[in-house]
């Protein structure tokens, strides 16, 4: 678990500062690298107090402003923080309500401070603005229009178009 390795390296997003971030599932934690792929920092890892991260993070995006939304697949949280690794707060918890999560493995942010979850075994997206609130969802298990089963990777494109990968 030394800097600049990585174990089971899920989820990727690249800042507006072209800083390369990944979710390194299997070591707990964040790991930054500049744009030639050198190692800049990490947070999280195995215990490590505010940062920590109990099950390993998943999906992984970046804002304009440059807080770092991570899925916690396997605690059914988002977790926002700083791009220093500072945690601002968390959403969710398991359940199937507004607001929280059954393994949320990807996270996106759009161009207007929100960023949408993709809750995989609810099989929906929900909506949530940049401090946390809840907006609105849609999705639903199925194979029809507007429905899911096990989605899992979630991207927003400049233009607020919404892409999904579906099982």
Known sequence: HSPGKLYYPW???ISAQNEIYIADTYNNQIQVFDEMGHFVRAWGGILSG?????????GIAVDNSGLVYVAETFSHKIKIFDKQG?????VGGYGNTN???FYPFGVAVDNFGNFYVSDTYNHRIQKFNNK???LLEWGG???????FRYNYSIAVDSEGNI???DW
């Open 11 to 13: 989820g990727i997003a």
């Open 99 to 101: 607001g929280k999560f």
């Open 132 to 134: 946390g609130m809840f």
């Open 141 to 147: 298990v199925g194979i029809g229009d507007s429905q």
């Open 50 to 58: 505010d940062k920590q991260f109990q099950t390993g993070p998943y």
């Open 163 to 165: 892409y999904v990968s």
């Open 86 to 90: 500072k945690i601002i707060r968390e």
